[in-house]
């Protein structure tokens, strides 16, 4: 009997072969919240996904949304990947927090990961980078190569890891540079390359000679070329598109996780659960240092190095905030949930 | 503030403007003869992907121009035909014409990703251009803000002070009496909305080739809507769109200027005031009723069925 069960198997199995193999393939589908083609912060997810498929090869089959809009219309484009059978669902915007949770709770044998947010549940896990380390070495880059002492730097949204990286950048250009001043304006769009542009324009007129941005597209570093003074790329390498004006940037890489991930959901391990890594997981990555003269680069590359091994913490030793008011060796959460700016920056935080 | 920071500010102003203003002037015309076409923004990413194509694949942003206006107006003959021909609904055909247009440049554009761009020559003329202050705002533009203006000029004499713009004026007041008169209403209308689609694609082009000389999905960021807007704004009067396109542009400018000064008012209020100011002078403007019933054509969105 147990023999005859046995056959029936392999001819099922090899009569549906086809099919069935596509059926064995695990759905994984990713939710972006620009185009691939940004350059920037979702096309870096997208080599994340890419690497997944090469990694896992037969094993896995991928698909992505690109430029959903953070609201109403995520949590529709995140359900109906839900509801085409996908397994695991990455959503990497802060935004789309709120509906991922949401329909998490409606497809409990999915299981979903959020990038950059804060709530959790059985079947959600949230992930981010600690983006704010590589700020600090940027941050002191910036401080030296200044010579009108004014950084100009564009934001997105007033959000805790917008404001931390800002608060990151000010402490590495603070620690080279007391007299440094740091210009923001927040231009309300993950990405608008037209109004990223014209903030730089606006900024450098204001006597702003290094670029920073908090932003997704390539404009920024595009229009400091052409005004010959120098920035930083985000999220992804921008060198291609600014030779002469980008010293580095600081590149997300997600390679590595969103394999562990899919593979944990093959294996049968994957649990929620809340990973926040830095430079010494790899998961921020600063692509090599150019455009700058060999002190400022060793200095950089040894700030690096430290943070790397831990004995540099940009949010350790005392800090002063805005207000005057001191605190001291910030934990995770008081650096997830920053609300203020630290002494020195002129600006005043949208609330 | 020194003349160079304010020439610097002048000239951002200026390329945050052009756009707007290409874009609206078509859009003008298109209403004009009655037809609303709400596919601006589709048509506008159609240009912006076409003219850098066309500018990468010929290396020359200049000759291949019209390419870009092609882009625009081959998807405006699309919308002509439905809406015109077939007598589809205008809004619903509008609204799709921006999901296709936005969809196609993706696909057509996915290639480009990530190429430099050409940026489209400067107007220069040694001696002029070399002038201290006005010199580089006056003489040193890209080309198209030249065209931007020509155009204005030119719908603005050809709907007041020619036939044509009367023949364009009485399509879009009164279909009925026009067609009685003998006029061929669609092929009036046809004519228009492929020229503003031309327009629309032109300002497109202005985009990836002058004010951020690269291609990347969705790079219209909704300025095809603010055109819209725009031309409702300037009660579909050539003159007011300048005045309603570069005060959107200068307020969006000086409300990041404001904020790199660090003047402590909140972002998302000066984000948002472009669009208040905006709102505002419209109902000044509206407030004088003769002005608006004057402008406002009256078949405006109104399909138009000649009697066989």
Sequence with gaps: MKKLATLAAALAVGLMSGAAHAADKLKAAWVYVGPVGDFGYSYQHDLGRKAVEKALGDKVQTTYVENVPEGPDAERAIERLARDGNKIIFTTSFGFMDPTIKVAKKYPDVKFEHATGYKRADNVATYSARFYEGRYVIGQIAGKMSKTNTVGYIVSFPIPEVVSGINAFMLGAQSVNPNIKVKIVWVNSWYDPGKEADAAKVLISQGADIMVQHTDSTAPLQVAQEKNILGFGQSSDMAKFAPKAQITAITDDWDGYYIDRVKAVLDGTWKSKDTWDGMKEGMVVLPPIANVPDDVKKMAEETAAKIKAGTLKPFGGTITKQDGTTVKDLDDGAILSMNWYVKGIDDKLPQ | ?308
């Design chain 2, 1 to 308: 503030m020194t003349a160079l920071a304010l020439q610097a500010l002048i000239l951002t102003i200026i390329t945050a403007s052009t756009p707007l203003l290409l874009a609206a002037i078509g859009e003008l015309v298109v209403e004009r003869s009655g037809v609303l076409n709400l596919g601006v923004e589709g048509m506008m990413v159609m240009g912006a992907v076409a003219g850098f194509g066309a500018a990468l694949t010929t290396g020359s942003p200049l000759i291949e121009h019209r390419r870009r206006c092609r882009g625009g107006a081959l998807l405006s003959v699309l919308f002509a035909v439905l809406t015109l021909s077939l007598v589809a609904n205008q809004v619903a055909t509008g609204l799709a014409l921006t999901l296709l247009g936005l969809g196609l440049s993706g696909l057509a554009g996915e290639r480009f990703v990530g190429q430099p761009g050409v940026r489209l020559p400067k107007l220069d003329i040694p001696g002029l251009t070399d002038l201290p202050f006005v010199g580089p705002i006056l003489f040193g533009q890209d080309l198209l803000v030249y065209v931007s203006f020509a155009l204005v000029l030119a719908v603005g004499h050809v709907l007041f002070r020619t036939r044509l713009g009367l023949i364009i004026r009485a399509v879009g007041d009164n279909h009925g009496s026009a067609h009685a008169l003998g006029y061929r209403v669609i092929a009036v209308r046809y004519g228009c909305v492929m020229f503003g689609g031309a327009c629309a694609g032109l300002s497109g082009g202005y985009l990836s080739l002058a004010y951020t000389p690269q291609w990347v999905e969705n790079m219209t960021a909704g300025r095809g809507w603010i055109a819209l807007a725009l031309v409702v704004f300037s009660s579909w009067l050539p003159g007011r769109v300048v005045a309603g396109a570069y005060l959107f542009g200068a307020v969006t400018i000086l409300g990041f200027y404001v904020q790199g000064v660090g003047i402590g008012i909140p972002a998302q209020f000066l984000s948002a005031l472009p669009y208040l100011v905006t709102i505002g002078a419209l109902v000044v403007i509206s407030r004088n009723r003769l002005v608006m019933r004057a402008n406002t054509p009256a078949c405006l969105g109104q399909p138009f069925v000649p009697d066989r």
